[in-house]
């Protein structure tokens, strides 16, 4: 292990041993994206889905102050129920540390750990992006996405974001935005945005072969892998963009700005929507998960064959 401060479960230490798939999970989804009970639900399922796929599921998330890299039952409730959990991006890990706290990591401070350790694959929801409330307001995700080499599976971006500024803030940082059987940027709850991605690739195996061709060659940064959210479970952009307007509108009459703002928009969106967002929210996360697994499973073939 490279990073002395994380302590890995014995089955992860195991799988990274041996080069078995494994998919890193985020928490800041069960700490303060998602309600309860849905919340603690939706981490068994996502680590199930990988489970099914053949990959080994590694949720990472901070536990009285130990960044720990996969997580038991218990633990998984713990941090479902707990009611004063930080949201850990970069610059707060060392208040949680210093602060026994527990902590659910961000896309951000999910791809830190989780690259620490010598992971590649990462599956999450919706990254952080550029907010249209605050000029200055740039996710970490985004300077993570620029600086570490990872897989991030994701449904894009919410539209409560900056969809156009975000894209433009990865195209200058370096970052490939893929779409999964798409060429247009998918928009989280929305299978469609009009936007493009800078490539399309159709099968797991083509996203490993494009990451090696990124690494291989000395890029550092992450690929964005964008799935689009199941067209079951899609709701059409029209039909968000009030709500959105409605919950932007009241976080600018709040004030409310920072680390607050994103989980503010998530709830207003999942009240103003009566549930359907919320299940919507928990396919795409299925859905990632699933992808992950796959691409995680092809990336382990690669670094099998290359021991031959
Ligand atoms: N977007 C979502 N759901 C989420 C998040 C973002 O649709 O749960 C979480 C992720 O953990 C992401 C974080 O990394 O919010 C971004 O927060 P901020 O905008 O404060 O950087
Ligand atoms: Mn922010």
Redesign the pocket.
């Known amino acids: 292990m490279k990073n002395a401060n994380i302590t890995l479960t014995s089955e992860i230490t195991h799988a990274l041993n041996l080069n078995t798939p494994l998919v890193a999970l985020?928490s800041?989804?069960i700490t303060?994206?998602?309600p309860r009970p849905q919340n603690l639900q939706l981490a068994r399922d996502m680590e199930k889905q990988i489970r099914d796929a053949g990959a080994t599921p590694a949720t990472i998330a901070l536990l009285e102050g130990n960044i720990r890299v996969g997580l038991s039952d218990a633990e998984l409730v713990q941090l479902a129920d707990s009611t004063s959990t930080l949201?850990v991006?970069h610059r707060d890990f060392a208040t949680a540390i210093v602060k026994k706290m527990d902590g659910?990591t961000?896309?951000?401070g999910t791809m830190f750990a989780a690259h620490q350790v010598g992971m590649q694959v990462f599956a999450?929801?919706?990254?952080?992006?550029v907010?249209k409330e605050s000029a200055f307001?740039i996710?970490?995700?985004l300077r993570a996405l620029a600086e570490i080499p990872m897989i991030v599976v994701c449904a894009g971006?919410?539209a409560i974001l900056d969809l156009p500024a975000t894209l433009e803030y990865l195209e200058t940082m370096g970052v490939p935005v893929v779409g999964y059987q798409t060429d247009e940027f998918p928009a989280?709850y929305s299978r469609e945005s009009g936007l493009k991605v800078s490539a399309r690739l159709d099968s797991p195996k083509e996203i490993a072969d494009f990451a090696h061709a990124h690494w291989n060659f000395g890029m550092r940064s992450a690929i964005l892998v964008t799935n689009p959210i199941p067209a079951a479970d899609a709701i059409s952009a029209a039909e968000m963009q009030p709500m959105i307007d409605i919950a932007s509108a009241e976080a600018i009459a709040k004030g409310i700005h920072?680390?607050a703002?994103?989980?503010f928009l998530?709830g207003r969106i999942s009240e103003l929507t009566q549930g359907k967002s919320l299940k919507a929210?928990l396919s795409l996360l299925l859905n990632n998960a699933h992808l992950a697994a796959l691409i995680a499973g092809e990336m382990s073939k690669k670094q099998h064959m290359k021991m031959i």
């Open positions: 985020e800041t989804v303060h994206g998602l949201k991006s659910g961000t896309v951000a999450t929801g919706g990254i952080g992006g907010h307001d996710s970490t995700d971006a919410k989280f920072g680390q703002l994103t989980p998530l929210n």
